[in-house]
T-cell receptor
């Protein structure tokens, strides 16, 4: 059983640029969530996708956007990068309500 | 709003010592409570959970009891091993899809167990 995989593992971008992070969900999972984890803090919910539609959103500005594809993989896009966007971005998948989240190892984004 | 406050680390223990990590919460509604663990170089993993008051979650020798009267969900293990060294996160979610939706995490507690 393949777990949740994220790419790339590390990324360095310049302020004002755009970035796309990718996530392949675990086999059989139709729900994907994205979290931002700043250094020394707990993860913060960005949004969740269920069957290709956004299913809930945390307190993040519109420049954070996402997609989910028919194979349930997902992308997180961040426009107009700011220094504070530097963080570990975590993707998690599940097979729906009342099932546990399975997290990937994350993408470490550094904005300079 | 929903928030979780957990004991600040780092915590350093000797093998076979007793571990407690305190966690208290504030929630609008009736939350489900979770403990997640992040081992070095790995992703977050669900350690245990409880979905209603007085429920006890348990796994790998760890236990936590959902205490509604004190809004707490403290994590305990009676005898830790070096392999328990990790970062531990307390979390909650509220709502009809509470088991996997919009988790609110604490800041995490780093635990190091020395042989």
């Amino acid at each position: 059983e393949t777990g949740v995989t994220q790419s790339p593992t590390h990324l360095i971008k310049t302020r004002g640029q755009q970035v796309t992070l990718r996530c392949s969900s675990q086999s059989g999972h139709n729900t994907v969530s994205w979290y931002q984890q700043a250094l020394g803090q707990g993860p913060q919910f960005i949004f969740q996708y269920y069957r290709e539609e956004e299913n809930g959103r945390g307190n993040f500005p519109p420049r954070f956007s996402g997609l989910q594809f028919p194979n349930y993989s997902s992308e997180l896009n961040v426009n107009a990068l700011e220094l504070d966007d530097s963080a570990l971005y975590l993707c998690a998948s599940s097979s729906g309500s009342h099932s546990p989240l399975h997290f990937g190892n994350g993408t470490r984004l550094t904005v300079t | 709003g929903n928030s979780v406050t957990q004991m600040e680390g780092p915590v350093t223990l000797s093998e076979e010592a007793f571990l407690t990590i305190n966690c208290t919460y504030t929630a609008t509604g009736y939350p489900s409570l979770f403990w997640y663990v992040q081992y070095p170089g790995e992703g977050l993993q669900l350690l245990l959970k409880a979905t209603k008051a007085d429920d006890k979650g348990s796994n790998k020798g760890f236990e936590a009891t959902y205490r509604k009267e004190t809004t707490s969900f403290h994590l305990e293990k009676g005898s830790v091993q070096v392999s328990d060294s990790a970062v531990y996160f307390c979390a909650l979610s509220v709502g009809a899809r509470s088991n996997d939706y919009k988790l609110s995490f604490g800041a995490g507690t780093t635990v190091t167990v020395r042989a």
